[in-house]
């Protein structure tokens, strides 16, 4: 099995689903990092034998799925973000952290 990541150029698509790509693999970073050294729109990891799994505890699974979420977020309310907040997500999370630390951990 490569020990290194091995990503493919990757051509324009219609929809993200018409690219294969491993992105819960230890070695994904890497072959972000190539395709942009390479000046690729795209990649694909189709034919890749370098896969390793990433392994996530629950803690880091909850991490990155809130951070995700304050991405998509971001990404689809990016407007409103020229107005001073008043409340909405980031309350939320201020009240969720403080529910944890009162709770302590699960």
């Known amino acids: 099995m490569p020990t290194r990541a091995n990503p493919m150029e990757s051509g324009l698509v ?6 294969e790509r491993k992105v819960m693999c230890t070695r994904y ?7 942009i ?3 690729w729109v795209s990649f694909s990891c189709r034919k890749c034998r370098a896969y390793q799994p990433l392994e996530l505890d629950q803690t880091e699974w909850l991490a990155d799925s809130l951070a995700c979420l304050a991405l998509m977020y971001v990404a689809e309310l990016h407007q409103q973000f ?7 997500i980031v309350l939320r999370l201020q009240r969720l952290r ?9």
């Open 14 to 19: 219609n929809r993200p689903s018409q690219v």
């Open 29 to 35: 970073q890497d072959c972000l990092d190539e395709a």
């Open 37 to 39: 050294r390479q000046n």
């Open 82 to 88: 020229k107005q001073k907040p008043r409340g909405g």
């Open 98 to 106: 403080s529910r944890q630390c009162l709770l302590g951990p699960g």
